[in-house]
């Protein structure tokens, strides 16, 4: 039985669940160059985020836009366009027009050589809540019986 491969936008919001918040921005983007889009890479790409644009409300509601993705050449010194073009529409569904070879660099630990472009994906993660107070509570909780107040 072979199962369907999730989707770019699933995995994309898979990928965005686990990483670390903004609040961490070096976590985050140790993590963001770390792990790929694909759950289970096949193939000589994968795809990982590159640059995101990030609205938090002072509620704690994340919004999260890509600007940039990257799709890397796995361990090669050379980009291919055309099979990366190719891999990306195979895999995701994507036929990106701007996809360009980000010449003289190498992906996250000499991963390989890679290329830009951008598609539109938007990840979106409500406010936190809490499990014993919420702002709509009318009452404080009560004081701590032996705080002595």
Same mark, same amino acid.
């Given at each position: 039985? %072979?199962? /369907?491969?999730?989707? !770019? #936008?699933?995995?994309? /919001?898979?990928?965005?669940?686990?990483?670390? @918040?903004?609040? !961490?921005?070096?976590?985050?983007?140790?993590?963001?160059?770390?792990?790929?889009?694909? =759950?289970?890479?096949? +193939?000589?790409?994968?795809?990982?985020?590159?640059?995101?644009? %990030?609205?938090?409300?002072?509620? +704690?509601?994340?919004?999260?836009?890509?600007?940039? &993705?990257?799709?890397?050449?796995? +361990?090669?010194?050379?980009?291919?366009?055309? =099979?990366?073009?190719?891999? &990306?529409?195979?895999?995701?569904? &994507?036929?990106?027009?701007?996809? #360009?070879?980000?010449? *003289?660099?190498?992906?996250?630990? /000499?991963? @390989?050589?890679? +290329?830009?472009?951008?598609?539109? =994906?938007?990840?979106?993660?409500?406010?936190?809540?809490?499990?014993?107070?919420?702002?709509?509570?009318?009452?404080?909780?009560?004081?701590?019986? *032996?705080?002595?107040?």
């Amino acid at each position: 039985m %072979i199962s /369907e491969l999730p989707s !770019f #936008q699933s995995s994309f /919001e898979r990928l965005l669940a686990r990483a670390p @918040g903004p609040v !961490f921005p070096r976590a985050r983007a140790l993590y963001l160059q770390k792990y790929p889009l694909e =759950a289970e890479p096949q +193939g000589d790409f994968l795809t990982f985020l590159l640059e995101e644009e %990030i609205q938090e409300s002072p509620a +704690g509601a994340l919004r999260v836009r890509v600007l940039a &993705l990257a799709v890397v050449a796995c +361990g090669q010194p050379r980009f291919d366009a055309v =099979a990366a073009a190719a891999y &990306l529409e195979r895999r995701w569904g &994507l036929r990106p027009h701007d996809l #360009q070879e980000v010449e *003289g660099a190498s992906w996250f630990r /000499e991963g @390989g050589a890679y +290329g830009r472009f951008g598609t539109p =994906a938007v990840y979106e993660r409500a406010a936190p809540t809490s499990l014993l107070s919420s702002s709509a509570d009318p009452v404080p909780p009560a004081a701590d019986p *032996g705080s002595g107040a």
